[in-house]
């Protein structure tokens, strides 16, 4: 009886048009819609097409590799990513308040991220950074906020 009611409820998702399953994959962290594209071959990219772009990049403390491997996932995400769907880019950063051995986020490439979701007129950008030294994008000297409207 179990395994039936597992049955019916994959069919259930699975009659889900692509636009609804986007559409609620937005509300989860990038990584955990990225992940989602083993759920089966027609789930594969449907995380490109999500309108809402969510990184939270926390390094393991002491290891370099784990800022690159949080960097390149979000090179490879905005890289596939159809930005013509994004409306939301959030991007939070979080250091280890500059202890010894804390590894540093490059903030070139943050800036390149920048550029690219305001390229495609990104309509909320939120960058939230947590460290001692500020990070300064040469992007955001000439970016005009536009006051978002009560839902």
Sequence with gaps: MAAKRVVNSVESIN??????????LSFLPTKDAVRTSFVSRRWRYLYTLVSNLDFE??????????????????????????????VRFRLKCIHYNGRIGTP????????????????H??????????????????????????????V
């Design 57 to 86: 990049l926390r390094p393991d403390y002491g290891d370099d590799s784990s800022v690159n491997q949080l960097m390149n996932f979000v090179d490879r995400v905005l890289l596939f990513h159809n930005r013509r769907s994004a």
């Design 121 to 150: 007129s990104i309509q909320e950008l939120d960058i939230t950074e947590f460290d001692i030294n500020p990070f300064i994008s040469r992007q955001l000297k000439s970016f005009h906020s536009k006051r978002r409207k009560p």
């Design 104 to 119: 540093q986020f490059d903030s070139l490439r943050i800036d390149r991220w920048i550029r690219a979701v305001m390229w």
């Design 15 to 24: 009659s889900l048009t692509d636009e609804v399953i986007c559409h609620t």
